[in-house]
C-alpha cells in the first residue's frame, strides 16, 4: 500500500523522524524488522532509507508543516528556534557554582590536669556550592535538562552541547549540504587528466 508515494514503513519512517530526529530509532518505530541486527547495521539500514530521494522530500514536506504550526500556533519562528538552541551550546558548567567561604572553630588542648589548656582558633575553609535559582538568569535556567540528589549533594545536568549542536546543524541543513559535497564526483577522461589532478592535490596539501 502506498502513502504519498512512499510505502507505508518508508511514511511512518518520515514521520517518526520528524518527532525523534534519530534515524535508528525511527527505523525501528516504522515497523522495520531489527530484532535480529546489531546496533551497527540498525544505523546502517536507517541511513538507506533516510536517503532515499522521496523519503528526504516527504521529510522536509512534514518539517515545512511542522514550521508552519509552530510559527502559527506557538509563535515559534526558525530564528527563535536557532537562538533557543544557541544558549543550549554556549551553556557552561562553571557558570552554575561559585565559591562559598565560611569559618570552623578549632579547638586545641594541650597539657593535662591543673595544667590543661584550651584555645580556640578559626579557620576559613572555601567549598564549590551550586548557586541558588535566585541568582540563575532565566536563559541559565532553560539549559538545565534536571537536576537530582545524590547521596554526595545535589547534582545538575545541562542539556548536552552535542545534541544541541546536531540540532543547530540539522535545522540550517548543513549535514544536507556535506551529503551534496560528497555526492559530487569528478570525472577523469585519460591518464593525462588524472595525474594533473593527482598533482593539483599533491600542491594543495603541500601549501
Not at 35 to 57: F, G, T, W, Y
Not at 76 to 86: F, P, V
Not at 106 to 123: A, F, L, R
Not at 165 to 175: C, P, Q
Request: include cysteine.
Amino acid at each position: 500500500m502506498k502513502i504519498n508515494n512512499l510505502t507505508e514503513k518508508q511514511e511512518a519512517f518520515s514521520n517518526a523522524y520528524i518527532r525523534i530526529g534519530i534515524g535508528s530509532e525511527a527505523y525501528k518505530e516504522a515497523g522495520y524488522s531489527y530484532s535480529n541486527k546489531s546496533d551497527k547495521s540498525i544505523h546502517e539500514a536507517a541511513c538507506r532509507v533516510l536517503n532515499n530521494s522521496k523519503v528526504q522530500a516527504r521529510i522536509k514536506e512534514l518539517q515545512s508543516v511542522v514550521a508552519e504550526i509552530a510559527e502559527k500556533e506557538f509563535k515559534i519562528t526558525s530564528e527563535e528556534m536557532l537562538r533557543h538552541l544557541n544558549i543550549l551550546r554556549k551553556a557552561r558548567i562553571d557558570e552554575y557554582v561559585e565559591y562559598y567561604e565560611y569559618e570552623v572553630p578549632i579547638t586545641t588542648t594541650t597539657g593535662t590536669g591543673k595544667n590543661k589548656s584550651i584555645s580556640t582558633t578559626i579557620e576559613k575553609r572555601t567549598e564549590l556550592r551550586l548557586k541558588t535559582f535566585d541568582k540563575l538568569s532565566e536563559e541559565q535556567k532553560m539549559c538545565i535538562e534536571g537536576i537530582k540528589q545524590t547521596k554526595y549533594g545535589i547534582e545538575i545536568k545541562l542539556h548536552g552541547k552535542e545534541w544541541s549542536i546536531e540540532k543547530i546543524n540539522k535545522h540550517i541543513g548543513f549535514y544536507e549540504k556535506d551529503n551534496d559535497q560528497k555526492k559530487a564526483t569528478v570525472e577523469i577522461v585519460n591518464p593525462e587528466d588524472r595525474d594533473a589532478r593527482i598533482a593539483a592535490l599533491k600542491a594543495k596539501l603541500q601549501s
